[in-house]
């Protein structure tokens, strides 16, 4: 996961003006927390990990000194690179103790109230399937509660997660992140709403084809499956000629499901996440390209000379690490038309790639979903250390559920529980704190902003590149450094 605390927000209560640090997950503002939010959350890390397994916390000024502009940057900055480095730990991302505090602090500043409500996840072909949840529910939760609903095996719930959709200008759909065990989807759709129109969707959350073999016995997953197949050879992300297309319609014609997705299967980038149009400098600078990812590899297709298309293919076991950088334009203060304001930054994703015997190179993609690429490659490395080690997807049973006693610090200092209620057919647990105060919380009504619009309301440190601050490089425990041949490029 991608962790960022791209500025912070001036904010008072009634102990005084205090600074507010925006936590982004995945490109996406999550929550926005006191640095005695974090300090206390540090603590209660140091008391599960050690401090031994932590990197050092930005250590406390003198309470009668206001910190100024530039040490405010620098404490944004330390406490940025903390959360990075924090989350590149699996056991510690995976921990009741740092799933609880990032579900808690969203709640807060959403000033979210547990109730019982409706929420709609929809299949890739647009079927609505309603499911009654608490507004608090977080995302296993609630995966748990649709595949109950549709009567879904519980040996292949966890094939299948959500994801947050995007209904762009052109009228379809992109994918902007899988939705993770530490937010509650009802609210993350509520924020995401302020910006532009979303819904929350069920695919499929595995890379290997031959997974697909697990589920084509059972009627309702192999069901899921097919309602993805269909919708990703109708919007072109997976590539078939002409008289399979025909074979595919008539299959689809005669309701044949499975045998729809035997065939499917054999086509190339069957499985594949199509992201949109983007800009890479491989083979050269500033080729536009159509990136997807699947089946191990990141497929890209150039535009080169002529309008012909060139095909690239990287395989996941021949990157050696990753890393998101957001590029600054040089504004020199305004764009062509004296307004600094339209010129945004620009993310980028590269990783080093052996392209040939003891030769690494850097390859670059400018996209705006740059982190969603990232997080498609540690989903294949993961996946494919889980069939190393002899692993299985998870089951609803092997699930840790999260601890209803933990304490959690506020904004305004006090402590409390988790709230949860019971609803109808749901198990909760009663908020026994008694404290219903939540005015710090509505009082941090910035912080919830898309990233691209902070980042154009903050001063950004640049370099000579202008890129912003330190890149998080993520290493691939996968990296195969072995012989590769020019052939095999």
Request: glycine share 4%; with cysteine.
């Amino acid at each position: 996961m991608h962790f960022s605390i791209p500025d912070t927000a001036e904010c008072s209560d009634e102990g005084g003006a205090y600074t507010a640090f925006n936590i982004h997950v995945n490109g996406v503002a999550h929550c926005s927390v006191r640095y005695s939010q974090l300090h206390h959350f540090n603590e209660q890390m140091k008391k599960e990990f050690g401090q031994a397994n932590l990197p050092p916390f930005p250590p406390k000024k003198l309470p009668l000194f206001t910190l100024t502009p530039q040490q405010i940057e620098e404490r944004r900055e330390q406490l940025e690179r903390y959360i990075q480095i924090v989350s590149q730990d699996p056991e510690i991302i995976g921990s009741d103790v740092f799933n609880s505090f990032l579900n808690q602090a969203q709640q807060e500043t959403q000033k979210a109230e547990p109730e019982s409500v409706e929420l709609d996840v929809f299949l890739m072909n647009g079927h609505k399937i309603s499911v009654s949840i608490m507004s608090t529910d977080q995302t296993d939760d609630v995966l748990e509660t649709v595949a109950s609903q549709i009567e879904l095996s519980d040996d292949f719930v966890y094939y299948f997660a959500l994801f947050l959709v995007k209904k762009e200008k052109d009228g379809g759909n992109s994918i902007v992140r899988k939705l993770q065990e530490f937010e509650s989807p009802y609210i993350s759709l509520k924020t995401a709403e302020t910006e532009a129109k979303h819904r929350i969707v069920l695919r499929k959350n595995f890379w290997e084809p031959s997974m697909d073999n697990d589920l084509l016995d059972d009627r309702i997953a192999m069901n899921l499956l097919y309602v993805q197949a269909v919708n990703d050879i109708e919007r072109g992300w997976v590539f078939a000629a002409k008289d399979v297309h025909k074979q595919l319609a008539a299959l689809q014609a005669k309701g044949s499901k499975k045998e729809y997705l035997k065939l499917a299967r054999t086509q190339k980038s069957y499985g594949f996440i199509q992201f949109k149009p983007c800009v890479t400098d491989f083979p050269q600078p500033n080729c536009p390209v159509i990136v997807s990812a699947g089946n191990r590899e990141l497929n890209f297709r150039i535009k080169v000379a002529n309008n012909q298309v060139k095909e690239g293919i990287f395989k996941v076991t021949r990157m050696r690490c990753w890393r998101i950088t957001t590029q600054i334009p040089e504004t020199n203060g305004a764009n062509a038309h004296g307004d600094s304001k339209d010129l945004k930054p620009r993310l980028e994703v590269a990783f080093e790639y052996l392209v040939a015997k003891d030769k690494l190179q850097w390859i670059t993609i400018e996209s705006d979903q740059a982190i969603l690429i990232s997080m498609c490659l540690q989903g294949m490395v993961d996946e494919l250390i889980m069939k190393k080690q002899g692993g299985r997807i998870k089951r609803p049973q092997d699930r840790v559920k999260r601890s209803q006693s933990r304490q959690f610090l506020r904004k305004d200092g006090k402590t409390a529980l988790p709230k949860s209620i019971s609803a109808p057919g749901h198990l909760g647990t009663p908020d026994t704190n008694g404290d219903e105060s939540v005015s710090a919380a509505q009082r941090a009504k910035d912080s919830v902003r898309r990233i691209s619009d902070k980042f154009s309301s903050v001063t950004l440190k640049t370099s000579s590149r202008n890129t912003r601050g330190p890149a998080a490089l993520v290493e691939n425990d996968v990296f195969e450094d072995s012989y590769i041949g020019d052939d095999d490029l």
